[in-house]
Nanobody
Framework: VQLSESGGGLVQPGGSLRLSCVAS????????MSWYRQAPGKQRDLVAQ???????WYGPFLKDRFTISRDASKNTIFLQINNVKPEDTGTYYC??????WGQGIQVTVSS
């Protein structure tokens, strides 16, 4: 599975952004798709997951600002981040089946 992220960039604190990840195959045939975040100098952490049946999971303290969703017709998952904070800065990675990774996309939150 090939994954390609988009939608990152520079955003001001309090703003919003939506990341997209397009998969090379039908995402309904993928058991789990995930978003990870890696802050500078830190480990890569799991942010959110969406299971093939539509169930979602979020990392601790993230559910109120982060929303994972999908558009199966476009083989795409999304990560909506609201009220962004400087600590949201990092590289965001899309993952499929806990095995396949996208190239990552940078998000920088700064005024």
């Amino acid at each position: 599975v090939q994954l390609s992220e988009s939608g990152g960039g520079l955003v001001q604190p309090g703003g919003s952004l939506r990341l997209s990840c397009v998969a090379s195959k039908d995402i309904l045939g993928i058991y789990v798709m995930s978003w990870y975040r890696q802050a500078p100098g830190k480990q890569r952490d799991l942010v959110a997951q969406i299971i093939h049946n539509g169930e979602t999971w979020y990392g601790p303290f993230l559910k109120d600002r982060f929303t994972i969703s999908r558009d199966a017709s476009k083989n795409t998952i999304f990560l909506q981040i609201n009220n962004v904070k400087p600590e949201d800065t990092g590289t965001y990675y899309c993952n499929a089946e806990n095995q396949y990774w996208g190239q990552g996309i940078q998000v920088t939150v700064s005024s």
